[in-house]
């Protein structure tokens, strides 16, 4: 179990430091759109920074796997939850990103949120699944992938338009969350078919099923769709909101998919299930707006020294 706690820990750190090195790349290169893809991947593929940041998150993602094989689900979304610390410090230190009040307490509530769900754990209760049934999967994750590319687009749609009030990007977080909380669950598939007795059964058994297509899938449309909404908006609020909507995704709908069921003990699946709904609660509360850029008045302009 220690050895999951460790990976999550680590993979907390190299997703942060990933998606904070990506932000800091994107903000020197021109504007980058999902409509034009091609365009994107060559400028982001001409950015040893960017490159750096992508090197991080595939490291996450192996430290993922490790995750998945020694941790339940809702123990190790628990633990990823928490990283956003990290993130918003990082965020500060090498973006310049400043925080608001509101959001400040927001990531406080979700560490609360964290704190019911570590506490609702325990390591003699809490088994880990290691396959679903194919079915159920694809029932779980395709309506998800479409609604989170749906509604990325309408947020675009909303975008271009001149009048519009400055967006969080909350609603991107959103999207690029969904598809991210389908990748995980294709993540904790993967982990279950890993062996080492048997390699060549063990390839043809994943081959079979659907997590490496789905991984495909939101690998493609989910570094795309990243990309444009990070260099539009802030990666410290943009990265907790996706982070948030991932991990309740892969907790409440991973937990039945893969059979760890939920705490028979009342007090336990209290906590869990109170603090999934403050992390839900968090999340609908949060700013979708930035404040305009104050103006001058031509009489403050002369008044001035």
């Known amino acids: 179990m220690w050895w999951g706690v460790a990976a999550a ?19 020197s290169l021109p504007e980058v759109s999902i409509r034009q893809p091609a365009r994107l991947l060559r400028l982001v593929l001409g950015s040893p920074l960017w490159i750096g940041g992508s090197l991080a998150l595939a490291a996450g993602f192996g430290a993922q796997l490790v995750v998945y094989r020694t941790l339940p689900i809702a123990a190790a979304q628990g633990i990823f939850v ?13 973006l310049g990103e400043e925080t608001t009040g509101r959001e400040r307490y927001a990531l406080g509530a979700i560490l609360l949120a964290l704190l019911m769900v570590v506490l609702s754990l325990r390591e003699d209760a809490d088994s880990v ?3 679903a049934p194919y079915p159920l999967i694809l029932l779980v994750c ?4 479409a609604a989170g590319v749906w509604l990325y687009g309408s947020a675009e749609r909303r975008a271009r338009n001149r009048h519009r009030r400055p967006t969080t990007g909350v609603e991107y977080g959103v999207a690029v969350g969904l598809l991210y ?13 890993l062996t080492t007795d048997g390699t060549g059964g063990a390839v043809l058994d994943l081959l079979s099923s659907p997590y490496p297509y789905l991984l495909l899938f939101t690998g493609v449309f989910g570094l795309v769709m990243s990309q444009a909404a990070l260099q539009r908006c802030r990666a410290s609020l943009i990265v907790p ?50 404040s305009a850029p104050r103006t001058t008045s031509p009489a403050e302009e002369l008044a001035s020294p």
Do not use: Q, W
């Open 9 to 27: 820990l680590l993979a907390n750190t190299l997703y942060s430091l990933g998606f904070v090195l990506e932000k800091r790349a994107l903000t």
């Open 82 to 94: 928490s990283g956003l610390v990290l993130l918003v410090l990082l965020s500060a230190r090498l």
């Open 129 to 131: 699944g290691r396959d």
């Open 142 to 145: 395709v309506p998800s992938l």
């Open 181 to 193: 909380g389908v990748s995980s669950l294709a993540i904790k598939g993967v982990s279950g078919h």
């Open 241 to 290: 909101v996706c982070t948030t909507v991932t991990s309740l995704f892969t907790a409440v709908l991973g937990t039945p998919a893969f059979g760890e069921a939920l705490p028979h003990d009342p007090l336990r699946l209290a906590l869990r299930v109170a603090g999934t709904a403050l992390a839900v609660a968090v999340l609908l509360t949060m700013p979708k707006h930035d």
